[in-house]
C-alpha cells in the first residue's frame, strides 16, 4: 500500500481512549489524526502550569494493581512515571478511621479474606464487617455478562447491600465512601452492577488489587507528553481546540469525514473517545446522529460533578500517609487528599506543604466562591490532621469539573454503547463503553481505546491487532462458585417461566 493509499483515520478525543487508539494505529501504518476539543491533550486527565508557574491537573489519579495495560504501555515507552506502591488512610469526622497496608507484602489469602482482615480498622466493629460476608453471593452471580449487568443494572448500590443485610455502619462508613471515590456518587444514586464491577476489579477480585501508585509529578508532564512525542515520531497527527460538531455520511451508509464546524478531516473509519457530556453535544450537534436511536438515547446518561483543589501551605504539616479518602463530610460527596511532598518530586524539597484535595459528586460546591471552597478544605483537612488549621495557604488553585466523569446511575447500562455503531465504520471507546474486559476507569478507557484500535484493524485487515492484557482470571473458589451458580440459574431458567422481574 502507498503513503497516499493508507486508511485514514479519525479520532476525537485525546484521553486515554483516543491516545492509546491513535498510539496503537499510527505504529501499524494508519494515517490517523487525532482531533481534541481542549487546548492540550489528556482529558480528564490533563495537567497544566498555572499563571504563576505552579503545576495543577484535573485530580490526582491512581494506578492500580490490575491496570496490567497501562503499566506494560510504561514499559514499551521506556517510562519510569511512578511512585512506588503506597498506603493509604480513611478519615471521617471521627478522626482516623482506617489504615490499609500494602496488600501483596502481606501472605496472600483466598480472597476476599484479606481484604476484611489486614486493613487497620480503628473503629469499625468486626461484626459489622461479618455483615458484608452474605453479599458475596451477588460477587459471584455479577459476573459482567450482559445478563449481570441487566439484572443487577436497574437497582441501586444501596438497595443492594441493604437486600443483602450489610449493616448500616458498614455501608456508611466502607461501602458508601468507595462508591464516592469509586463511581463518584452516593449508593442511592449508583447501578448496583456498576458497584459489584467496580469493587471486584478495585478490591475483591484479588488481594493485591487495592494497592496503588501514582504519578511523581503531573500524567501530563510524565506521561502524556513523552507518549505525544512517540505518537507523532510514529506518524500521527494532533490538532488541539478542534470541536467534533458532526459525521458526514454517505449514501451507503458509511462515515467519509468528520466535521469541527467548517472543517472537514476525511475519513475511512471515525473512532469516538470522547465521554458522556462530550458525545451530548456532539449528538445536539449532529443531524447525522439525531437520525439514530442509539445515539439520541446518549441523551438518557448522566454526568458527575467535580472539584479539584490544590493548596499550598507556608509550613511543613505531617501527614501520616500520602493518600487518604474521607466520608462524612457532606451527605452526599467524598474527597481524598493527597500529600504531593510525598508524591511529586517537584516537591519534595518545598520549604512548605503541597496538598490536592478533590471533591467527587461536588455539586454543591460549584457554585461557592474559590474562597469559601479553598477555606471548607483547609477546615475539613484541619480535622483530619489538626495541625492544618495553624498553617497559612500561601497559593491555591481550584478546577470546576461541571459534569465531567459518567454517572453509571440505575438504569443507565441500556443507553450505553458498546464499541459497534449501527454507522459500520464509526467505533466507540472510553471509560463509560460496555466492554467485557472487567477493568475500570484510566485502564478501562486506553483497554476500549485499543478495542476500538483493533475493530479498525480488522476492518482494513492492515496491521497487528493491539495485545490487550485481560483482568487475572478469578481465584480458583470463585471460579466454582460462578459454574455452580451458572448452572442453578440455567436449571432454574428452565423449569419456571420468564415471569419476574430480573
Ligand atoms: C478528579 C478525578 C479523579 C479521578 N481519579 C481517578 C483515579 O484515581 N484513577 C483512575 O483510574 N481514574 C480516575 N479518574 C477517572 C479517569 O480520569 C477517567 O476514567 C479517564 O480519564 C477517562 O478517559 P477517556 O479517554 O475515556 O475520556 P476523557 O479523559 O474524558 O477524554 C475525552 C476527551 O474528549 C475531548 N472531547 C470532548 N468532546 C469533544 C469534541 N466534540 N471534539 C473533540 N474532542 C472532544 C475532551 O476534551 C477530552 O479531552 C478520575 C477522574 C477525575 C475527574
Not at 479519525?10 to 505504529?27: D, S
Not at 511523581?216 to 515520531?233: A, K, S, Y
Not at 478544605?377 to 491555591?396: G, K, M, N, Y
Not at 454517572?407 to 449501527?422: D, E, I, K, W
Request: glycine share 8%; hydrophobic share 40%; net charge negative.
Amino acid at each position: 500500500m502507498t503513503h497516499a493509499q493508507r486508511p485514514r483515520v479519525v479520532v476525537v478525543g485525546a484521553g486515554w481512549a483516543g491516545l492509546g487508539a491513535t498510539y496503537h494505529l499510527a505504529r501499524q501504518g494508519y494515517d490517523v489524526t487525532l482531533l481534541e476539543a481542549g487546548p492540550y491533550p489528556g482529558g480528564l486527565v490533563a495537567g497544566w502550569k498555572t499563571t504563576g508557574g505552579r503545576s495543577v491537573e484535573a485530580g490526582i489519579h491512581g494506578f492500580w494493581y490490575p491496570y496490567r495495560n497501562i503499566f506494560a504501555l510504561m514499559d514499551e515507552l521506556g517510562l519510569q512515571p511512578f511512585t512506588p506502591w503506597t498506603r493509604s488512610s480513611q478519615y471521617s469526622p471521627a478522626g482516623l478511621e482506617v489504615e490499609s497496608p500494602i496488600f501483596q507484602d502481606q501472605p496472600r489469602l483466598p480472597t476476599p479474606l484479606g481484604t476484611f482482615l489486614y486493613p487497620n480498622f480503628r473503629r469499625l466493629p468486626l461484626i459489622d464487617r461479618l455483615s458484608a460476608l452474605p453479599l458475596l453471593y451477588a460477587v459471584v452471580d455479577f459476573d459482567n455478562s450482559d445478563e449481570a449487568w441487566r439484572r443487577y443494572d436497574s437497582v441501586t448500590a444501596r438497595e443492594l447491600f441493604k437486600q443483602f443485610g450489610v449493616s448500616a455502619r458498614l455501608y456508611r462508613e466502607s461501602f458508601e465512601p468507595m462508591l464516592l471515590v469509586g463511581l463518584f456518587a452516593p449508593g442511592e444514586q449508583c447501578s448496583a452492577a456498576a458497584a459489584l464491577g467496580m469493587l471486584y476489579y478495585f478490591i475483591l477480585a484479588h488481594q493485591p488489587n487495592f494497592d496503588v501508585v501514582w504519578c511523581r509529578g503531573t500524567v501530563g508532564e510524565r506521561i502524556f507528553r513523552p507518549w505525544l512525542e512517540q505518537i507523532e515520531q510514529a506518524g500521527g497527527k494532533v490538532f488541539t481546540q478542534r470541536r467534533m460538531t458532526d459525521v458526514q455520511v454517505d449514501e451507503s451508509g458509511t462515515a467519509t469525514a468528520v466535521l469541527c464546524g467548517e472543517e472537514a478531516f476525511a475519513a475511512d473509519a471515525v473512532i469516538l473517545a470522547v465521554g458522556v457530556t462530550g458525545m451530548q453535544k456532539i449528538v445536539s450537534s449532529s443531524p447525522e446522529l439525531h437520525r439514530r436511536p442509539e445515539f439520541c438515547n446518549l441523551m438518557n446518561l448522566g454526568a458527575v460533578d467535580v472539584v479539584a483543589t490544590r493548596l499550598w501551605f507556608d509550613r511543613k504539616v505531617s501527614v501520616p500517609l500520602p493518600s487518604n479518602a474521607c466520608f462524612g463530610f457532606d451527605a452526599t460527596t467524598g474527597w481524598t487528599f493527597f500529600d504531593l511532598n510525598a508524591l511529586h518530586d517537584e516537591y519534595r524539597d518545598e520549604p512548605g506543604t503541597v496538598i490536592e484535595a478533590d471533591f467527587y459528586h461536588a455539586n454543591q460546591l460549584l457554585p461557592m466562591e474559590d474562597e469559601q471552597i479553598i477555606a471548607k478544605v483547609q477546615r475539613d483537612l484541619a480535622v483530619c490532621v489538626p495541625e492544618f488549621a495553624h498553617a497559612q495557604v500561601i497559593d491555591s488553585s481550584v478546577i470546576r469539573l461541571p459534569r465531567a466523569v459518567t454517572h453509571f446511575a440505575p438504569g443507565s447500562y441500556r443507553s450505553m454503547l458498546p464499541v459497534h455503531t449501527s454507522i459500520p465504520n464509526v467505533f466507540m471507546s472510553g471509560d463509560w463503553i460496555i466492554s467485557r474486559h472487567g477493568s475500570w476507569s484510566q485502564e478501562k478507557a486506553y483497554v476500549t481505546g485499543l478495542e476500538a484500535a483493533n475493530q479498525v484493524i480488522r476492518r482494513f485487515g492492515m496491521g497487528q491487532p493491539a495485545t490487550i492484557l485481560p483482568v487475572d482470571a478469578d481465584e480458583p473458589h470463585i471460579q466454582v462458585a460462578r459454574i455452580l451458580n451458572h448452572n442453578l440459574r440455567q436449571f432454574i431458567q428452565s423449569r419456571l417461566p420468564d415471569f419476574w422481574l430480573p
